[in-house]
């Protein structure tokens, strides 16, 4: 077998970062307000998390304690609350600020025969949701550590964000049969510079200014996105999440369904 014919039988995986890139902000500062506006989170609480977020952005903060922070807030409810809360916030605030240009390249990635996986920091269940909405094929994101009936920062588990998700985009490929030097890599963040130095094929979107120099000075492409899209239909999770969560959100799922006509 010729070389050339061994090269096009190399799977390609297409990774595309969520907040900035997909997504018209950040779904963590998108939810933080939700949770304001529903009377779940105290106006300085909001404060305080939203400079957080901006601390962890510009990597001046732990990912860990940024984390164990959301994750004290959310584990003032139960996991069935927040994902009630997620969906609302999901279907009103996320679905509309989806960039249409996103669909589009993951559509693109999708009729070459890519591989097209979500790849963000985000929790599991918003990165599922995002899957389905946009028609990727799969996700890799934080997993959601439950303790009884609540989310927890007792529980240490890997994140999906900067080492961490460059390390879980190399286990996707391992698991996939694919190498990184083929694969491409969609994001704004100059927290993600190891995986997009790892991929043989980056793309700034909507890049930040460090990230920006950094595209120039290699010559890296770089795209805009900026108009939304706009979805006729909202979709459902339909890829299962970790075990835990996942028991949680077909509960959940079981309590949308129609009851038997009366």
């Excluded at 922070?69 to 279907?91: A, H, N, P, S, W």
Aim: net charge negative.
């Amino acid at each position: 077998m010729a070389s050339g014919e061994r090269m096009e039988e190399r799977k390609v995986i297409a990774f595309f970062d969520l907040d900035h890139t997909l997504l018209d902000g950040a779904n963590g500062n998108i939810y933080a307000l939700q949770m304001a506006r529903e009377r779940m989170m105290s106006p300085a609480m909001l404060v305080y998390v939203v400079w957080y977020s901006v601390l962890y952005k510009l990597n001046r903060l732990p990912r860990e304690a940024v984390y164990d922070k959301v994750l004290d807030i959310m584990g003032q409810y139960t996991v069935l609350e927040m994902i009630e809360m997620m969906d609302r916030g999901f279907e009103r605030y996320i679905v509309p600020r989806l960039y249409r240009e996103g669909v589009e390249q993951v559509e693109w990635h999708r009729r070459k025969g890519h591989i097209t996986v979500i790849a963000t920091a985000a929790g599991e269940y918003i990165a599922e949701r995002v899957r389905a909405q946009l028609g990727a094929d799969d996700f890799i994101a934080t997993p959601t550590p439950i303790k009884g009936e609540h989310m927890t920062s007792e529980i240490k588990v890997p994140t999906s964000f900067m080492e961490g998700k460059l390390e879980m985009a190399e286990e996707y490929c391992r698991r996939h049969g694919a190498e990184l030097s083929d694969c491409y890599f969609y994001s704004d963040a100059a927290s993600d510079m190891p995986l997009l130095e790892a991929v043989g094929n980056p793309v700034m979107v909507n890049p930040q200014l460090r990230l920006r120099l950094a595209a120039a000075r290699r010559g890296w492409p770089v795209l805009k996105f900026k108009e939304h899209a706009r979805f006729d239909e909202v979709a459902r999770p339909q890829k299962p999440l970790s075990p835990r969560m996942e028991r949680f959100v077909r509960l959940y799922e079981s309590s949308l369904e129609p009851g038997p006509a009366g």
